[in-house]
T-cell receptor, first 111, second 115 residues
Framework: TQLLEQSPQFLSIQEGENLTVYCNSS?????LQWYRQEPGEGPVLLVT?????EVKKLKRLTFQFGDARKDSSLHITAAQTGDTGLYLC???????????FGTGTRLKVLA | GAVVSQHPSWVICKSGTSVKIECRSL??????MFWYRQFPKQSLMLMAT?????????EQGVEKDKFLINHASLTLSTLTVTSAHPEDSSFYIC???????????FGPGTRLTVL
């Protein structure tokens, strides 16, 4: 069973601070995605990474896929209150098109 | 962009009854649909993968006789929770994708409350 552990589970920071969320597994994934979910809604895709070592930037968000394709990180620079939400990583095991979701990181950015 | 809808958005039912949830891809043909369950304050748990015209593949620990999945067309998949009990109360989310791609389009979710 592939497990994706995210850390931290909860994070409360002040607006303007930087933060990093980690997504770790002992399994190799062919691709990994990051989502953000608001309460009562479906998750919204932020990025997909497929190559080991790949780094993608989306405005203030920087995503990195580990060289061995077992882990990933999400870094947010100068967090804003609008970044508040549940951040989920999801990995696709090799040979499948399904995604296994990580344990989630609940972020709260205070004004 | 691709749009996926779910119906109903919320449902309350009595214990022992069955509830059907629909997942529709509105502007594309989805060869594969996924069903997830999410308990409060938790992450999404994949329940099953359904491919159009074939039987669904259930994840370990998910009872296929309790959670009936039908994917009869390229735009519709249904999840029926049979003989629902309070512990089945959850947020059920579907996603749809095209065969051979890893892009999923998520529905808005259905909140099920079993009394």
């Amino acid at each position: 069973t592939q497990l994706l552990e995210q850390s931290p589970q909860f994070l409360s920071i002040q607006e303007g601070e930087n933060l990093t969320v980690y997504c770790n597994s002992s399994s190799v994934f062919s691709s990994l995605q990051w989502y953000r979910q608001e309460p009562g809604e479906g998750p919204v895709l932020l990025v997909t990474v497929v190559t080991g070592g790949e780094v993608k930037k989306l405005k203030r968000l920087t995503f990195q896929f580990g060289d061995a394709r077992k882990d990933s990180s999400l870094h947010i620079t100068a967090a804003q209150t609008g970044d508040t939400g549940l951040y989920l990583c999801a990995g696709s095991p090799s040979g499948t098109y399904k995604y296994i979701f990580g344990t989630g990181t609940r972020l709260k950015v205070l004004a | 962009g691709a749009v996926v809808s779910q119906h109903p958005s919320w449902v309350i039912c009595k214990s022992g009854t069955s509830v059907k949830i629909e997942c529709r891809s509105l502007d594309f043909q989805a060869t594969t649909m996924f069903w997830y369950r999410q308990f409060p304050k938790q992450s999404l748990m994949l329940m099953a993968t359904s491919n159009e015209g074939s039987k669904a593949t259930y994840e370990q620990g998910v009872e296929k006789d309790k959670f009936l999945i039908n994917h009869a067309s390229l735009t519709l998949s249904t999840l029926t929770v049979t003989s629902a009990h309070p512990e089945d109360s959850s947020f059920y989310i579907c996603s749809a994708s095209l065969l051979g791609t890893d892009t999923q389009y998520f529905g808005p979710g259905t909140r099920l409350t079993v009394l």
